[in-house]
Nanobody, 123 residues
Framework: QVQLVESGGGSVQAGGSLRLSCAASGIRYSSICMGWFRQVPGLEREGVAWIYGGNSYTYYIDSVKGRFTISQDNAKNTAYLQMNTLKPEDTAMYYC????????????????WGQGTQVTVSS
C-alpha cells in the first residue's frame, strides 16, 4: 500500500523559509515522479514542482523558480521542497503526490497523495 506523509508546514513572515518533507512507503522510489502541489480554498489545485526519482530531473512552475528547490533522498524514500523567500501568495495547503514514470509533467495523472500540510506566509 502506497503511503505519503508530509511534514514541515507552518507560519512564517514574508521572506522567510520552510522545508516540506514527504516520506513515501510502499513505492519504488527510483521509478516514480514525485510532485508538490498547492491549493487555496476556492481555487484549483496547482502543480508547483516535480522530480523524477530515476535521474533527479526537476521542473518548476515560473512563479517559484529560483525560490523553491525540490530534492530527494532515495535512501530515505523522502522528497523535500525547500521554500525560500516566501511570499504571501505562497500561502496554501501543500500536498505531495506521486505517480509511476513516465509522464512526470502530466499533473493530472498523479494518483498517490499525502494528507497535506498548511503553509501560511504573512506580510
Amino acid at each position: 500500500q502506497v503511503q505519503l506523509v508530509e511534514s514541515g508546514g507552518g507560519s512564517v513572515q514574508a521572506g522567510g523559509s520552510l522545508r516540506l518533507s514527504c516520506a513515501a512507503s510502499g513505492i519504488r522510489y527510483s521509478s516514480i515522479c514525485m510532485g508538490w502541489f498547492r491549493q487555496v480554498p476556492g481555487l484549483e489545485r496547482e502543480g508547483v514542482a516535480w522530480i523524477y526519482g530515476g535521474n533527479s530531473y526537476t521542473y518548476y512552475i515560473d512563479s517559484v523558480k529560483g525560490r523553491f528547490t525540490i530534492s530527494q533522498d532515495n535512501a530515505k524514500n523522502t522528497a523535500y521542497l525547500q521554500m525560500n523567500t516566501l511570499k504571501p501568495e505562497d500561502t496554501a495547503m501543500y500536498y505531495c503526490a506521486a505517480r509511476y514514470a513516465p509522464g512526470c509533467a502530466r499533473w493530472s495523472d498523479y494518483n498517490y497523495w499525502g494528507q497535506g500540510t498548511q503553509v501560511t506566509v504573512s506580510s
